[in-house]
């Protein structure tokens, strides 16, 4: 067999050359021509090993030290999708993720290319989303010497990842990326980082892709203990005011119909947070609303009166527990969560249930049915339901066209089945309010985080994921100006979807404080010029429909909701509307205002 040589060490000087010495290396291992013949460069060994974990879409944006990873990129299998920003494609992984249960991939290069991708990266850790990021580093013998566009991404996203890796040897790669996509994507769901210095993209390897694991510090919660179930059925046998919380776990877990099938069976009132919503359908008897800041009545009074609380999947977050100390006030409250730290975190609880929450309802069910009686309590929280909707009235000199009213249709004509994005403020909270959620993944919104410039950017990312679903972005004129340079992607890639521009010419939550908690000071809240955002909408071939007069809103939906294509339509309303009720920051859950 005829023989060829290669070596895989090279000396690394401060003046090191990776690209010439990758070249012509001196040869010093000698190797059968069948394991050249295997040999492939870093950057062909992670493109085959995210074909191994069958990702199907990268969002990224290339630059000098993933140069020669996009040069793979160039005939890999992969689709990728070029953003106009590393934020906006952090953003469109999220939606892909949210929305397909899968890992969103994002490549971005070093320096402000990684930086950038930061808030992406730190919103999908706050809402317990899978992504692996993949960022350029400089070569490796630059790292630590201030070489141009480094940045140290460990230091950095340490906090705001489940795990990151820098590659230090190009044979480690098939093994980090299948223990990225193995922690992204198990047990409390979030980012991972993959620092990639340059120089690992080029170095060869004969190293396969693989599919083992060894993660002996890793662990992942699943069934619940048999003692933690029997003990909160004993609490729901005595309970005489039982609420359910439904929480983004549900979702994750994908657990509503089991979870409607529990809630069904013992007849148990239901309050979602803002990341719950969809866990249950709006219209079910049972579902009292969103609770918290924003939350209907009857939600809010059922979580100040309950003698029992169940929490499945929520980590009781200061939008919905404002004052900790008045939370619940009577109630023994159970905790489900499929991680630990959640559990006592800001609320002491009776029973906490380390388990994923689908396993949990499925142990419940698994239990012989039992009848719990509490009619009156039920009779109590329909009424609060009946008497105090979600209402708005209309604009008394019929000027502008009602958000409330605008979200309210766009469910009707969309039966209440379309993938909603939404960006965040006052917009956010209307659609949590109106929009007739009936399933779970529905919601695409940055609920711990609250970032600015999500709404168009995941909607891209839940489109490509369900590309038969009608998928609406919800903005505000705010957040629009943030990350709308992605509209550029809506025709290049053939992405219909539909933009909702909720325009007040202000930043609308806070102006709506300032005016509550700041004597009427609106410092730097009212945008005092803005650009002609249909004509902004059309310089991306993106047809724009500008509704400014009330009494055309309905035709104008219908026609924009029934065009072919993406398209943007900027709903005037008016400046001083606001959200309600509302609970006040430090109030208790009853203490709210404006109903």
């Given at each position: 067999m005829s023989k060829q040589t290669k070596t895989l060490d090279y000396e690394m000087s401060e003046n090191f050359d990776y690209l010439e010495a990758?070249?012509?290396?001196?040869?010093?291992v000698e190797l059968e021509q069948e394991t050249?013949?295997?040999?492939?460069?870093?950057?062909?060994?992670?493109?085959?090993?995210?074909?191994?974990?069958?990702?199907?879409?990268?969002?990224g944006y290339p630059g000098g030290a993933v140069l020669p990873l996009y040069d793979t990129f160039y005939d890999a299998k992969i689709k990728h999708i070029l953003a106009r920003h590393e934020q906006g494609a952090t953003h469109a992984a999220e939606g892909y993720a949210r929305v397909s249960g899968n890992t969103g991939v994002v490549v971005v290069t070093s320096g402000p290319g990684a930086t950038n991708a930061i808030t992406g990266i730190a919103d999908a850790y706050s809402d317990s989303l899978p992504l692996v990021v993949i960022t350029g580093q400089v070569a490796t013998p630059g790292i630590g010497k201030d070489a141009f566009q480094e940045a140290d991404l460990l230091s950095m996203t340490t906090p705001i990842t489940?795990?990151?890796?820098?590659?230090?040897?190009?044979?480690?790669?098939p093994k980090i990326i299948h223990e990225a996509f193995h922690i992204a994507n198990t047990g409390r769901k979030g980012p991972v980082v993959i620092d990639f210095?340059?120089?690992?993209?080029?170095?060869?390897?004969?190293?396969?892709?693989?599919?083992?694991?060894?993660?002996?510090?890793?662990?992942?919660?699943?069934?619940p203990k048999k003692d933690d179930i029997q003990k909160l059925r004993d609490y729901l046998k005595s309970a005489k005011k039982p609420i359910v919380l439904s929480g983004a776990g549900i979702?994750?877990?994908?657990?509503?119909?089991?979870?409607?099938?529990?809630?069904?069976?013992?007849?148990?009132?239901?309050?979602?947070?803002?990341?719950?919503?969809?866990?249950?359908?709006?219209?079910?008897?049972?579902?009292?609303?969103?609770?918290?800041?924003?939350?209907?009545y009857a939600s809010n009074m059922a979580l100040t009166e309950c003698d029992l609380l169940i929490n499945f999947g929520s980590r009781f977050d200061d939008r919905l527990a404002s004052n900790p100390d008045e939370f619940a006030p009577n109630a023994k409250i159970v905790h489900v969560d499929i991680d630990p730290s959640e559990i006592n975190k800001v609320i002491k609880v009776d029973l906490g249930i380390v388990a994923d929450c689908k396993a949990t309802l499925e142990a419940l069910l698994d239990f012989e049915s039992y009848s719990i009686k509490h009619e009156n309590w039920l009779e109590t929280c329909n009424s609060n339901?009946?008497?105090?909707?979600?209402?708005?009235?209309?604009?008394?000199?019929?000027?502008?066209?009602?958000?409330?009213?605008?979200?309210?249709?766009?469910?009707?004509?969309?039966?209440?089945?379309?993938?909603?994005?939404?960006?965040?403020?006052?917009?956010?909270?209307?659609?949590?309010?109106?929009y007739p959620f009936k399933n779970h993944g529905q919601l695409v919104t940055s609920g711990g985080l609250g970032t600015m410039g999500f709404g168009i950017p995941s909607a891209i990312g839940a489109k490509l994921a369900q590309p038969d679903k009608t998928v609406i972005a919800f903005v505000g004129d705010g957040g629009f100006q943030m990350t709308n340079q992605?509209?550029?992607?809506?025709?290049?890639?053939?992405?219909?979807?539909?933009?909702?521009l909720i325009n007040n010419g202000t930043l609308g939550m806070v102006k709506q404080w300032q005016d509550k908690f700041f004597n009427k000071r609106f410092s730097h809240s009212v945008f005092n010029d803005q650009p002609d955002f249909i004509k902004l909408s059309e310089a991306y071939n993106v047809k724009g429909y500008l509704i400014d007069d009330p009494t055309q809103l309905e035709q104008q939906l219908d026609e924009a909701f029934q065009y072919d294509g993406p398209a943007l339509i900027e709903v005037r309303i008016s400046p001083v509307e606001t959200v309600s009720p509302m609970v006040p920051s430090g109030k208790a859950n009853h203490e709210m205002e404006g109903l």
């Amino acid at each position: 067999m005829s023989k060829q040589t290669k070596t895989l060490d090279y000396e690394m000087s401060e003046n090191f050359d990776y690209l010439e010495a990758a070249e012509s290396i001196e040869p010093e291992v000698e190797l059968e021509q069948e394991t050249v013949d295997k040999m492939r460069s870093g950057s062909e060994l992670l493109v085959e090993s995210l074909v191994n974990e069958d990702v199907d879409f990268i969002f990224g944006y290339p630059g000098g030290a993933v140069l020669p990873l996009y040069d793979t990129f160039y005939d890999a299998k992969i689709k990728h999708i070029l953003a106009r920003h590393e934020q906006g494609a952090t953003h469109a992984a999220e939606g892909y993720a949210r929305v397909s249960g899968n890992t969103g991939v994002v490549v971005v290069t070093s320096g402000p290319g990684a930086t950038n991708a930061i808030t992406g990266i730190a919103d999908a850790y706050s809402d317990s989303l899978p992504l692996v990021v993949i960022t350029g580093q400089v070569a490796t013998p630059g790292i630590g010497k201030d070489a141009f566009q480094e940045a140290d991404l460990l230091s950095m996203t340490t906090p705001i990842t489940k795990h990151n890796y820098q590659v230090k040897n190009v044979s480690d790669i098939p093994k980090i990326i299948h223990e990225a996509f193995h922690i992204a994507n198990t047990g409390r769901k979030g980012p991972v980082v993959i620092d990639f210095p340059k120089d690992m993209g080029v170095l060869s390897t004969n190293t396969p892709v693989t599919d083992e694991l060894e993660l002996p510090g890793y662990s992942i919660p699943d069934k619940p203990k048999k003692d933690d179930i029997q003990k909160l059925r004993d609490y729901l046998k005595s309970a005489k005011k039982p609420i359910v919380l439904s929480g983004a776990g549900i979702n994750h877990a994908k657990a509503n119909k089991v979870f409607t099938e529990f809630v069904n069976r013992h007849q148990l009132p239901v309050v979602s947070t803002l990341l719950g919503l969809g866990a249950i359908p709006y219209e079910h008897p049972l579902f009292l609303g969103m609770g918290g800041m924003h939350g209907s009545y009857a939600s809010n009074m059922a979580l100040t009166e309950c003698d029992l609380l169940i929490n499945f999947g929520s980590r009781f977050d200061d939008r919905l527990a404002s004052n900790p100390d008045e939370f619940a006030p009577n109630a023994k409250i159970v905790h489900v969560d499929i991680d630990p730290s959640e559990i006592n975190k800001v609320i002491k609880v009776d029973l906490g249930i380390v388990a994923d929450c689908k396993a949990t309802l499925e142990a419940l069910l698994d239990f012989e049915s039992y009848s719990i009686k509490h009619e009156n309590w039920l009779e109590t929280c329909n009424s609060n339901k009946a008497q105090h909707p979600f209402t708005y009235k209309d604009d008394e000199d019929g000027t502008f066209s009602k958000p409330q009213r605008t979200i309210e249709y766009i469910g009707d004509i969309t039966n209440g089945d379309a993938i909603v994005t939404t960006d965040v403020g006052q917009h956010q909270m209307w659609v949590a309010q109106f929009y007739p959620f009936k399933n779970h993944g529905q919601l695409v919104t940055s609920g711990g985080l609250g970032t600015m410039g999500f709404g168009i950017p995941s909607a891209i990312g839940a489109k490509l994921a369900q590309p038969d679903k009608t998928v609406i972005a919800f903005v505000g004129d705010g957040g629009f100006q943030m990350t709308n340079q992605e509209m550029a992607i809506l025709d290049e890639y053939g992405i219909n979807i539909k933009i909702v521009l909720i325009n007040n010419g202000t930043l609308g939550m806070v102006k709506q404080w300032q005016d509550k908690f700041f004597n009427k000071r609106f410092s730097h809240s009212v945008f005092n010029d803005q650009p002609d955002f249909i004509k902004l909408s059309e310089a991306y071939n993106v047809k724009g429909y500008l509704i400014d007069d009330p009494t055309q809103l309905e035709q104008q939906l219908d026609e924009a909701f029934q065009y072919d294509g993406p398209a943007l339509i900027e709903v005037r309303i008016s400046p001083v509307e606001t959200v309600s009720p509302m609970v006040p920051s430090g109030k208790a859950n009853h203490e709210m205002e404006g109903l």
